[in-house]
């Protein structure tokens, strides 16, 4: 009796459309490693590295804040407006893939938040601008004591 030797087929890995209608591979290798805070800096700076070259503009917004871990899984990234709300979400599913590869951790989810508006932005008066600046250094109310300086 003659036996046949078959080769064999490697698996395919599954396939995934992302929002601009490329596919990419989904990761079966990922498992439920704990996440630590540091390694999610540098899985998030790797990835931000990645799209460097890409767009300077998604960088800088992948970049601009770092990501916090709430839970075990459960990654917020705040951004400043709705105008960088588009560019994230052009890559949040390759970020996200990068992410649960990265961290061994399949169940990684990302939560995008709006950050608050900055204080100083509701500084419109000389004196109020003044007390914001002051509140950060406070040597600056020495300086204005001592040259008895006063807003007209």
């Known amino acids: ?13 599954a ?9 990419a591979p989904i990761s079966v290798t990922a498992g439920d490693k704990a996440v630590t805070c540091e390694a999610l800096a540098a899985a998030w700076n790797s990835f931000a590295n990645t799209v460097k070259t890409e767009d ?14 709430e839970g075990e899984t459960k990654i917020v990234f705040k951004i400043m407006n709705p105008l960088q709300n588009e560019p994230f979400q052009n890559v949040q599913t390759r970020l996200l893939q990068h992410l649960k590869t990265t961290l061994d951790n399949e169940k990684a ?3 995008i938040v709006f950050a ?9 008066t000389a004196e109020d601008k003044f007390m914001q600046m002051s509140r950060k250094n406070p040597s600056l109310l020495t300086f204005r004591q001592q040259f008895s300086l006063d807003f007209a």
Do not use: C, D, W
């Open 1 to 13: 009796m003659e036996s046949k030797l078959v080769a064999a087929e490697k698996p395919k890995p």
């Open 56 to 69: 300077m503009r998604l960088f800088s917004i992948l970049t601009a804040h770092t990501p916090v871990l």
């Open 116 to 124: 608050e508006k900055n204080e100083t932005a509701k500084a419109y």
């Open 109 to 111: 989810e990302i939560e």
């Open 15 to 23: 396939q995934i459309e992302t929002e601009t209608g490329e596919t």
